[in-house]
């Protein structure tokens, strides 16, 4: 049987050492010489928690995380439990907005109820509200119609409201959401970029002019690291997977930067999720790595990369 020591060298003289490079690369700090500190608050995701919502919080806030994302509860009694909890553990939160209705006027009509319930309901103001916004097979038009609502909705309360760049919804493509974003300059994204590495099955490297816009639109960051053949990589502390950590991390740097040179605050979801997004062992289905842990390391290296 090989030891560790004999598989580490053997490892290293082979393709090893290139993953081993990579990593350290990957851990290259963030430089803020602007003498200015960054607003941060960084949230929990409950996507494969299994248990209550007031055990869910209590986990949360156990780890340290500033609050929780959730999706607006469109039920009394669901609202009166999830109000209950984060006003007891003390945590802030983000609601998550939007619709699965493959019919245009159903659909606007659902996601026009949940943003204008979650933005004027008097219980808890949320730090934002993340839109999965419209649908992929939509017309631009149709998609146009919920940016529309949403900016009049973020100018009469004052709530921060975003489109998540996420697969099968309007911005799930870099070239799409760069038409939406030229043509309405008050927009805001949620970046969940992982995604669009998936869709282009690249790190984006030939779309900088899509990326950068997207970067400088950003108002809440959803954290998970994508690669070219997926939306998320089986554990981001793995040295194989260097290179794409450190493309998000230049992408997060860069959203991190302009909102200390604008004195702007910034949110963060830690999203890993569960299976089947995190990948599984074939015939047990066991995934291969620990969702909930990895989602605390992700909140602990934005804590230390961005405000130390």
């Given at each position: 049987?090989?030891n560790r020591?004999?598989f580490?060298?053997t490892?290293l003289?082979?393709?090893g ?10 851990e290259t ?11 941060l608050?960084v ?5 494969g928690f ?6 869910f919080?209590?986990?949360v806030k156990?780890e340290?995380y500033?609050g ?9 009694e669901r609202?009166k439990?999830?109000f209950a909890?984060?006003k ?9 907005c939007?619709?699965h209705d ?9 996601f026009?109820?949940g943003?204008?319930e ?12 993340n839109?999965?916004?419209g ?5 631009f038009?149709e ?7 949403t900016l009049?909705v973020s100018a009469?309360?004052?709530i921060p409201?975003?489109?998540e760049?996420?697969r ?5 493509a870099a070239?799409?959401?760069?038409r ?11 970046l ?8 282009h099955?690249?790190l984006?490297a030939d ?11 950003t108002?809440?960051i ?13 554990d981001p ?6 290179t ?8 997060w740097d860069?959203?991190v930067?302009?909102?200390i ?6 949110t963060?979801l830690?999203?890993?999720?569960p299976?089947?997004?995190l ?6 289905n066991?995934?291969v790595a ?6 605390v390391?992700?909140?602990?290296l934005?804590r230390e990369r961005?405000?130390?």
């Open positions: 049987m090989m020591r004999n580490m060298a490892t003289a082979g393709g050492a290139l993953s081993a490079l990579q990593a350290m690369g990957a700090p963030f430089e803020n010489h602007s003498g200015k500190k960054l607003s608050k949230l929990g995701t409950n996507w299994k248990g209550t919502v007031d055990a919080c209590a986990a156990q340290g500033d929780i994302e959730m999706w607006w509860q469109s039920g009394q609202r439990e999830l909890a984060i007891k553990y003390d945590l802030e939160i983000g609601y998550l939007g619709s493959a019919d245009f006027k159903k659909h606007f009509e659902a026009r109820k943003v204008n979650a933005a004027t309901q008097s219980e808890r103001k949320p730090l934002y509200i839109c999965h916004s649908r992929d097979y939509f017309s038009e998609n146009q119609a919920l940016i529309d609502h009049e009469k309360t004052g409201i975003a489109h760049t996420h099968s919804r309007m911005l799930f070239h799409i959401a760069k939406f974003l030229e043509e309405n300059p008050a927009m805001k994204i949620t969940d970029i992982s995604h669009w590495c998936n869709v099955e690249s984006l779309q900088p002019e899509a990326v950068k816009l997207a970067l400088e639109r108002i809440h959803h954290a998970r690291v994508g690669h070219q053949e997926g939306p998320q990589v089986s502390r793995a040295p194989e997977w260097a794409a950590m450190k493309a998000h991390l230049d992408w860069t959203v930067a302009y909102k040179q604008n004195n702007e605050p910034l963060v830690t999203e890993f999720g299976p089947a997004y990948p599984t062992m074939p015939y047990t066991l995934p620990d969702q909930w842990g990895i989602n390391h992700m909140m602990q934005f961005y405000l130390k």
